[in-house]
């Protein structure tokens, strides 16, 4: 009865993770003469940070984006960043009634900024999984063989089929704002290098060196498109390690599957955002 108890609490977090993977403007400032708008997924809106400013994207109004603004003080600011948003929802309804990403921008936007690509390649789907696997298997790697079971890494091939989606929502992003200034914004760590904190956060040793180096292979995907149509990129999962899922509470900034800290499992809490903020500041100038 207890194992099974221990793999309903699991499943039920698992669960959640992955529905919060699968709108109105913020507030606007009036003190400087230029527009910033904010793009991106859950890793962008902050679900469960306080405050919660947008339902059902879970936004808060201590993202990143929101604390850039704060400091960057510009003429207006427009946060549309929504959980489970993937390239689709930039020019597509999201959930059937929240309004394209793309709205936001205008002619006279002067910096967008944008956190996309976790939903696109199914990060609430390989989370589901390698948690559930490594019930089964936990001192091994039953995730890594699953995905790359016949010999073919299958993460690897959704990488490359993201790439060229990423280039063109890039391009969209020129297209409607000819002379912002485009800043893709990567993810942090999540996982450390290896080892990892079974079964506190449900990966099994053997996967977690292996996930971590699928996340990075993202980040330089998206790193790589930024460079070769004319963005720019901010690596946030550099100075994000050693604060990954397994560390203690206030040293982490990326909660596991049951958050210690305001925040959704296995996403950024308010730590997170403030150093993903210093992040962007600092390659902003």
């Given at each position: 009865m207890a194992s099974k108890r221990r793999r309903f609490a699991l499943s039920a977090a698992v669960a959640v993770t992955a529905a919060l993977l699968a709108a109105p403007p913020a507030s606007a400032t009036e003190d400087a003469g230029d527009r910033y708008v904010a793009l991106g997924d859950s890793f962008t809106s902050g679900p469960l940070?306080?405050?919660?400013?947008?339902?059902?994207?879970?936004?808060?109004?201590?993202?990143?984006?929101?604390?850039?603004?704060?400091?960057?003080?510009?003429?207006?600011?427009?946060?549309?960043?929504?959980?489970?948003?993937?390239?689709?929802d930039l020019t597509g309804r999201q959930f059937g009634f929240v309004p394209p990403q793309y709205d936001a921008l205008t002619e006279d936007t002067d910096l967008v900024t944008m956190g996309m690509g976790g939903n696109d390649v199914g990060f609430g789907e390989i989370v589901v999984t390698c948690s559930l696997l490594a019930v089964t298997d936990p001192h091994g790697a039953p995730c890594e063989k699953h995905y790359t079971a016949g010999g073919t890494d299958q993460l690897r091939e959704r990488f490359e089929e993201f790439a060229p989606k990423l280039g063109d929502a890039i391009d969209g992003i020129r297209e409607r704002a000819p002379k912002a200034r485009i800043v893709l914004v990567g993810y942090p760590a999540i996982l450390p290098e290896s080892g990892g904190c079974f079964p506190i956060v449900p990966i099994a040793a053997g996967d977690v060196s292996y996930l971590d180096g699928v996340e990075q292979a993202l980040n330089e995907v998206v790193a790589d498109q930024a460079a070769s149509h004319g963005?720019?990129?901010?690596?946030?999962?550099?100075?994000?390690?050693?604060?990954?899922?397994?560390?203690?509470?206030?040293?982490?900034?990326?909660?596991?599957?049951?958050?210690?800290?305001?925040?959704?499992?296995?996403?950024?809490?308010?730590?997170?955002?403030?150093?993903?903020?210093?992040a962007v500041l600092a390659h902003l100038g």
């Amino acid at each position: 009865m207890a194992s099974k108890r221990r793999r309903f609490a699991l499943s039920a977090a698992v669960a959640v993770t992955a529905a919060l993977l699968a709108a109105p403007p913020a507030s606007a400032t009036e003190d400087a003469g230029d527009r910033y708008v904010a793009l991106g997924d859950s890793f962008t809106s902050g679900p469960l940070i306080p405050n919660q400013v947008s339902l059902p994207c879970l936004r808060s109004d201590h993202n990143y984006p929101s604390l850039v603004a704060a400091e960057l003080d510009p003429a207006e600011f427009v946060d549309v960043s929504c959980g489970g948003a993937t390239t689709r929802d930039l020019t597509g309804r999201q959930f059937g009634f929240v309004p394209p990403q793309y709205d936001a921008l205008t002619e006279d936007t002067d910096l967008v900024t944008m956190g996309m690509g976790g939903n696109d390649v199914g990060f609430g789907e390989i989370v589901v999984t390698c948690s559930l696997l490594a019930v089964t298997d936990p001192h091994g790697a039953p995730c890594e063989k699953h995905y790359t079971a016949g010999g073919t890494d299958q993460l690897r091939e959704r990488f490359e089929e993201f790439a060229p989606k990423l280039g063109d929502a890039i391009d969209g992003i020129r297209e409607r704002a000819p002379k912002a200034r485009i800043v893709l914004v990567g993810y942090p760590a999540i996982l450390p290098e290896s080892g990892g904190c079974f079964p506190i956060v449900p990966i099994a040793a053997g996967d977690v060196s292996y996930l971590d180096g699928v996340e990075q292979a993202l980040n330089e995907v998206v790193a790589d498109q930024a460079a070769s149509h004319g963005a720019e990129y901010v690596d946030t999962f550099t100075a994000s390690r050693g604060h990954d899922v397994c560390t203690p509470p206030g040293t982490k900034w990326v909660e596991g599957l049951f958050p210690t800290a305001p925040a959704a499992p296995i996403h950024p809490n308010l730590l997170g955002m403030k150093d993903s903020a210093r992040a962007v500041l600092a390659h902003l100038g």
